[in-house]
């Protein structure tokens, strides 16, 4: 009854948001509801979506603030067109796509979803501005090695935690990751867009010929302030999870917080770009600006997600499928696939889920293909009760159709994809 009850509540979403209501007021009004029918007393209901508000924005807040106010300097400054123009020069005008995914991968390892996101975008506005071409073209690459990434890849944190529950060798898994995330990530973010957007694509010249690039800040200096952030989340997971222990430990620590990097980063874009600080601030406060409504729907996302945590939905999902009769790592996929349907968030859908496969490790089943079958059952089905959806929605304003046909298969994709992989790798491990 409760799955019945929560599927009315996703129809009402969907229904609310065709008929044009905002989706953060749809979001709470549909958290309310789903969370009476479910039984929660009045009080509990607004409890919880006061405490899943808090969580997710108390997570992610400062990310998203600072990660806008940095694109909106890398734009302001022309940062983000002069690396437009040396990555066209590089790859090639054709091969843009595989520079926005090589970056993805890159830039997804260290940080959250939500922050490498934040941290890319201006890029793939700046290119597709610069190009023409398609913004969904350019859009999924990024988003499909960003999600590999948070299913497959230490030492990004999703994978380190549930490796530390299944006692698992990081390094194997990281290996492991590797052989699936490169051509998942290619049929997820290369493969698809072009068969999807083939009919819009146009005549693609075989030469770009950039102006005012004369004008633009050094592409040292475009590069240095646009990956800084990144290089300094990935110094500091490397030496707190890599290096000895010493007197350091605590700057790596701090290096390796989003929130910190990109304050840093901020700071510094400033001080190398040479902006007047009134003319910085006035940049950031207009980045911000551009995604409080973001912030907003996000927050009451996590609303729902609470709604469906605390009503107790996730402990039904866990009994029916803990029932069947399967391949272990069929099982754990299913399992976080189920979850991650339910509840939205894919940590939340692999941490759960590890707590129910966790017997079926040593019984011949290999810890690291364990994490990854976790890893890639986390990343199924992406839909309205995700703060990642919505934020693929509203970045490239988007209708819901188009968010179902291009984000939600392409997550889609990358899991059922990794699932095989993970089949596949055990035949020969």
Not at 125 to 135: D, E, Q
Not at 209 to 232: D, H, M
Not at 321 to 334: E, G, Q, T, V
Not at 368 to 395: C, I, P, Q, R
Request: hydrophobic share 55%; charged share 10%.
């Amino acid at each position: 009854m409760s799955l019945l009850i929560v599927l009315f509540g996703l129809i009402l979403l969907l229904v609310l948001i065709v008929k044009k209501l905002s989706p953060m007021i749809a979001l709470l009004l549909v958290s309310i509801i789903t969370g009476l029918l479910l039984g929660m007393p009045v009080g509990k209901v607004m409890t919880t979506i006061g405490t899943g508000i808090g969580g997710t924005l108390g997570s992610m807040i400062m990310v998203l603030a600072l990660g806008a106010m940095m694109g909106k300097l890398i734009e302001d400054t022309g940062a983000a067109k002069k690396i437009v123009f040396i990555l066209i020069r590089f790859f090639g005008y054709k091969n843009i796509q595989w520079a926005i995914l090589l970056t993805g991968l890159m830039v997804g390892i260290p940080l959250f979803y939500n922050a490498g996101f934040v941290v890319l975008v201006p890029l793939v506005f700046a290119i597709a501005s610069t190009t023409r071409l398609p913004l969904l073209y350019l859009a999924l690459p990024m988003a499909a090695s960003l999600s590999v990434t948070h299913g497959f890849l230490p030492p990004h944190p999703g994978p380190i935690a549930l490796a530390s529950i299944f006692k698992a060798d990081v390094g194997l898994i990281l290996i492991y990751g590797l052989i699936l995330s490169v051509p998942i990530a290619i049929a997820g973010g290369i493969v698809f867009p072009r068969l999807i957007l083939k009919s819009n694509m146009g005549d693609i010249p075989a030469e770009f010929n950039p102006e005012g690039e004369e004008l633009l800040p050094s592409g040292f200096r475009s590069f240095v302030t646009a990956l800084l952030p990144v290089v300094l989340i990935i110094v500091g997971t490397i030496g707190t999870n890599f290096l000895p222990g010493g007197p350091v430990d605590p700057v790596f620590v701090f290096l390796s917080d989003p929130t910190v990097a990109l304050l840093i980063a901020v700071i510094m874009t400033i001080i190398i770009q040479k902006i007047p600080v009134a003319k910085a601030m006035d940049s950031c406060t207009e980045g911000v600006k551009s995604i409080a409504m973001i912030i907003l729907i996000i927050a009451a996302g996590g609303a729902f997600k609470q709604i469906l945590i605390d009503s107790g939905v996730g402990e039904t999902v866990k009994n029916l499928s803990s029932s069947m009769d399967l391949s272990p790592l069929f099982l754990a996929w299913i399992i976080t696939a189920l979850l991650r349907v339910t509840l939205g968030s894919a940590t939340v859908a692999g941490l759960t889920a590890s707590g129910i496969v966790l017997p079926l490790v040593g019984a011949g089943v290999s810890a690291e293909l364990m994490v990854l079958s976790v890893g890639a059952g986390s990343l199924m089905f992406s839909h309205v009760n995700d703060t990642g959806f919505w934020m693929f929605k509203e970045y490239f304003n988007l209708s819901l159709k188009q968010t179902f046909g291009t984000w939600t298969v392409m997550e889609s994709i990358v899991s059922v994809l990794g699932l095989l992989g993970v089949l596949l790798l055990n035949q020969f491990i």
